[in-house]
């Protein structure tokens, strides 16, 4: 499993990434870590939160189809 608190801690980026991430899932171990965060929505067939609208991100869809259906 991954120790996401050590990366964190190792990362360079993490203070500028926080400023550009829209992700309200307080749960979140990953936040960021834009590259671990990008890794794990992929996996999964979706997009990371900073992708979507303050609307859609709060339903917690991150499914490339909404993101698709959010830009019609
Ligand atoms: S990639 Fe993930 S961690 Fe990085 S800014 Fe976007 S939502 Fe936040």
Redesign the pocket.
Known sequence: MADYARMRDECPNVTE??K????TYSA?D?????CQ??HY?RRNGEL????FTPEVEKTYDRSIRRFIQSKK
């Open positions: 990434n926080m550009h991430c829209t992700c979140c990953k936040k960021g870590l834009c965060c990008l929505h990371p939160a900073c992708y």
